[in-house]
């Protein structure tokens, strides 16, 4: 279980790392685009549209993801000492978090609209209730093996 742990973290950190480069180059002026999208309000409110409602269904869908009947069954069903079956799900949770806030930091400096800054502080606040420790994993993957 180490080496998913280890996978995780460095999945969680490396997607952390990358939002906080578009951040730090984003309030340095480095962009030359910074507020390109700012004018057309259309767009503007299909993108906030969109997000908010991608924001609002994947946080309690990746909180509660391992609570999936299928999702349970296929990490049973897994006997490989990797456990990559639950190193793939736990991927995949980590990423319905992460990748929509990668987004909204990007659409924040595209539309210098406010409600994407704070979705991605939404998601971000969001992704540390699944933060990949050793207790955590262990728990949850021997929770699910005493499931059978």
Same mark, same amino acid.
């Given at each position: 279980?180490?080496?998913?742990?280890?996978?995780?973290?460095?999945?969680?950190?490396?997607?952390? &790392?990358? *939002? %906080?480069?578009?951040?730090?180059?984003?309030?340095?002026?480095?962009?030359? +685009? #910074?507020?390109?999208?700012?004018?057309?309000?259309n767009s503007d409110f299909?993108?906030?549209?969109?997000?908010?409602?991608?924001?609002?269904?994947?946080?309690?869908?990746?909180?509660?993801?391992?609570?999936?009947?299928?999702?349970?069954?296929?990490?049973?069903?897994?006997?490989?000492?990797?456990?990559?079956?639950?190193? &793939?799900? *736990? %991927?995949?949770?980590?990423?319905?978090?992460?990748?929509?806030?990668?987004? +909204? #930091?990007?659409?924040?400096?595209?539309?210098?609209?406010?409600?994407?800054?704070?979705?991605?502080?939404?998601?971000?606040?969001?992704?540390?209730?699944?933060?990949?420790?050793?207790?955590?994993?262990?728990?949850?993957?021997?929770?699910?093996?005493?499931?059978?």
């Amino acid at each position: 279980m180490k080496q998913a742990v280890k996978i995780l973290t460095i999945n969680y950190f490396i997607v952390l &790392a990358f *939002a %906080l480069a578009i951040i730090v180059c984003g309030e340095n002026d480095w962009f030359n +685009n #910074v507020g390109i999208m700012h004018d057309n309000k259309n767009s503007d409110f299909m993108m906030t549209s969109l997000m908010e409602i991608i924001t609002i269904c994947l946080i309690p869908v990746s909180l509660r993801l391992f609570k999936f009947k299928n999702i349970r069954n296929a990490i049973q069903s897994d006997n490989t000492e990797f456990h990559s079956s639950f190193i &793939a799900w *736990a %991927l995949i949770r980590l990423d319905m978090l992460q990748i929509p806030m990668i987004v +909204n #930091v990007i659409l924040y400096y595209m539309y210098m609209n406010v409600a994407f800054g704070y979705m991605g502080i939404i998601l971000f606040l969001a992704s540390f209730f699944i933060f990949p420790t050793l207790e955590r994993c262990n728990f949850e993957y021997e929770k699910m093996k005493g499931e059978q």
